[in-house]
């Protein structure tokens, strides 16, 4: 299976630019994803095919990679965005995840 | 506006068996692709299955492949998974999710998830 490799967490302040990366342990082209978790909810899309942003996301939110070498940037951050930031991969079979990246506000 | 409402979670003892039930509304059912993605406690996410439209064809990975069975009912707009010889580790947040499939040229190369719902508890414990 492609493992993706997230680094386990972030702190930040608010009005800053952070990069939140993901690394795949194979080619997975462009077919990266990026959710938004927050505490006790369901995760949400932020980010799909490595750069396109969902609808109704921010534009503070971007994404960019290709191959193994995947980031999610938010740019200035805000204090809402306090959560845990998943990586998924679509390309190799089976769909996998990162284990996640946990950003916290300073 | 697209709900996923998920239930059937609970306790359950391990080899018993289980069924999920999620109800979607807000779009056209049967025109997507649908996954169960779970989350075990303090835990990454993990894909489970994924049924296509008509429900034909059935995805699971290599951990749930012939425990776990996926399925759906266009009629009703609702998506159900079977969980059949459950173990320790199947215990985790159950996801019913919208999928989105990615394509290369003609060829599905696998898919996100663009709508989740609220989540349903199972855990498997004597």
């Known amino acids: 299976d492609t493992v993706l490799t997230q680094s386990p967490a972030l702190a930040v302040s608010p009005g800053e630019r952070v990069t939140i990366s993901c690394r795949a342990s194979?080619?997975?082209?462009?077919?990266m994803h990026w959710y938004q978790q927050k505490p006790g909810q369901q995760p949400k899309l932020l980010i799909y095919?490595?750069?396109n942003l969902e609808s109704g996301v921010p534009a503070r939110f971007s994404g960019s990679g290709s191959g193994t070498d995947f980031t999610l940037t938010i740019d200035p951050v805000e204090a809402d965005d306090t959560a845990t930031y998943f990586c998924?991969?679509?390309?190799?079979?089976?769909?996998?995840f990162g284990a996640g990246t946990k950003l916290e506000l300073k | 506006e697209v709900q996923l409402v998920e239930s059937g979670g609970g306790l359950v003892q391990p080899g018993r068996s289980l069924k999920l039930s999620c109800a979607a509304s807000?779009?056209?059912?049967?025109?997507?692709?649908m996954a169960w993605v779970r989350q075990a406690p303090k835990k990454g996410l993990e894909w489970v299955a994924t049924i296509s439209t008509s429900g034909s064809r059935t995805y699971y990975p290599d951990s749930v492949k012939g425990r776990f069975t996926i399925s759906r009912d266009n009629a009703k707009s609702s998506l159900y998974l079977q969980m059949n010889s459950l173990k320790s580790e199947d215990t985790a947040t159950y996801y019913c999710a919208r999928s989105v499939n990615v394509y290369y040229g003609l060829l599905l190369r696998g898919y996100y998830f663009d709508y989740w719902g609220q989540g349903v508890m199972v855990t498997v414990s004597s």
């Open positions: 807000g779009f056209t059912f049967s025109n997507y692709y």
């Open positions: 998924q991969q679509s390309w190799n079979d089976p769909n996998t």
């Open positions: 095919g490595a750069s």
């Open positions: 194979e080619s997975v082209s462009t077919g």
